[in-house]
C-alpha cells in the first residue's frame, strides 16, 4: 500500500506563492498518477493538476500558467510537489494530495490554502 504525508499550505497575499509537499511512502512502485485536487468552501471537490508516471501533466484551466506540479524520487519516497504562483483569493480551499496505483487510490489528509489580503 501507499501512505502519504502532505505539508504546506497556510496563508498568503494574493500575488504571493506557496508551495505545497506530499510525500508518498510504501510501494511507490506501484503508483501511477500522483495530483492535487482543493475543495472550497461550498463547492465540490475538484481536480487542479495531476502528473503520471510517464511525466504527463494535466491542469485546470484557471491554474495553468499560475502552479507548477512536479516529483521527485528518491529510494523509499517519491513527492509531488505543488508551487503555486500569483495567488488568487478563488484559490483559497483545502488542497488534497492523491495517488493512483495498482491497489486503488489514497488521500492526504487535505492542507488549508487561504489566500487574502
Known amino acids: 500500500q501507499v501512505q502519504l504525508v502532505e505539508s504546506g499550505g497556510g496563508l498568503a497575499q494574493p500575488g504571493g506563492s506557496l508551495r505545497l509537499s506530499c510525500a508518498a511512502s510504501?510501494?511507490?512502485?506501484?503508483?501511477?498518477?500522483m495530483g492535487w485536487y482543493r475543495q472550497a468552501p461550498g463547492k465540490e471537490r475538484e481536480l487542479v493538476a495531476t502528473s503520471t508516471k510517464g511525466g504527463v501533466t494535466n491542469y485546470l484551466d484557471s491554474v495553468k500558467g499560475r502552479f507548477t506540479i512536479s516529483k521527485e524520487t528518491n529510494k523509499n519516497t517519491r513527492t509531488v510537489y505543488l508551487q503555486m504562483n500569483n495567488l488568487k483569493p478563488e484559490d483559497t480551499a483545502v488542497y488534497y494530495c492523491?495517488?493512483?496505483?495498482?491497489?486503488?487510490?489514497?488521500w492526504g489528509q487535505g492542507t488549508l490554502v487561504t489566500v487574502s489580503s
Open positions: 492523491h495517488v493512483q496505483h495498482w491497489y486503488g487510490e489514497v
Open positions: 510504501g510501494s511507490i512502485f506501484a503508483i501511477s498518477i
